[in-house]
């Protein structure tokens, strides 16, 4: 059974560039997060996706986006790249998305903004 | 604002000796809480939950303890092993809400 599969694996970008990260939820699963880990912390909630719906969204600024196309992959989309989004960026998939039960989560993309 | 705190960076434990790692929380709405698990290199990988309605579950060497009147909850690994050595983070919900609060996790070391 294949898990939750992101890509790459890893990036190097420049401050002011844009970057799109992939997620490949578990089959059957609609739900989709995004979660940014940022050194010594705990992951952050970035995006939720529901039936290709938005079902939430947190603290972050709008260059970050996000999209789930009809087969529940997702893209993570941040633009005017900035030093602090340097980070672990994790995709989690889950049945519903629901409160109490678990994600399962993908291995991440680690961003590097230099 | 914290709203989920894991005040423990680091906890070191002998194998075969009881872990205790704790985790307190603000928000009085949060009804789900969750333990996961991390490995350097991988994502976190879910370890057991517990429901606002229980104080107790069990799941093998796990079993987490909440207790709602002091916003507290915290995860027993008995016996401990060198394979459980890894970051542990908790995390909380609130149900009708999509998202998890995560503490800071805390990093076990069991000693061979």
């Known amino acids: 059974d294949a898990g939750v599969t992101q890509s790459p694996t890893h990036l190097i970008k420049t401050r002011g560039q844009h970057v799109t990260l992939r997620c490949s939820p578990i089959s059957g699963h609609k739900s989709v997060s995004w979660y940014q880990q940022v050194l010594g912390q705990g992951p952050q909630f970035i995006f939720q996706y529901y039936e290709k719906e938005e079902r939430g969204r947190g603290n972050f600024p709008d260059r970050f986006s996000a999209r789930q196309f009809p087969n529940y992959s997702s893209e993570l989309n941040v633009n005017a790249l900035l030093l602090g989004d340097s980070a672990l960026y994790l995709c989690?998939?889950?049945?519903?998305?629901?409160?109490?039960?678990?994600?399962?989560f993908g291995s991440g993309t680690r961003l590097t903004v230099v | 604002d914290q709203q989920v705190k894991q005040n423990s960076p680091s906890l070191s434990v002998q194998e075969g000796r009881i872990s205790i790692l704790n985790c307190d929380y603000t928000?009085?709405?949060?009804?789900?809480f969750l333990w996961y698990k991390k490995y350097p290199a991988e994502g976190p990988t879910f370890l057991i939950s517990?429901?606002?309605?229980?104080d107790k579950n069990e799941d093998g060497r796990f079993t987490v303890f909440l207790n709602k009147s002091a916003k507290h909850l915290s995860l027993h690994i008995v016996p401990s092993q060198p394979g459980d050595s890894a970051v542990y983070f908790c995390?909380?919900?609130?149900?009708?809400?999509?998202?998890?609060?995560f503490g800071t996790g805390t990093r076990l070391k069991v000693l061979a």
């Open positions: 928000n009085s709405m949060f009804d789900y």
């Open positions: 517990i429901s606002s309605i229980k």
């Open positions: 995390a909380a919900s609130g149900s009708g809400t999509y998202k998890y609060i």
């Open positions: 989690a998939s889950s049945l519903s998305g629901r409160g109490g039960y678990g994600y399962t």
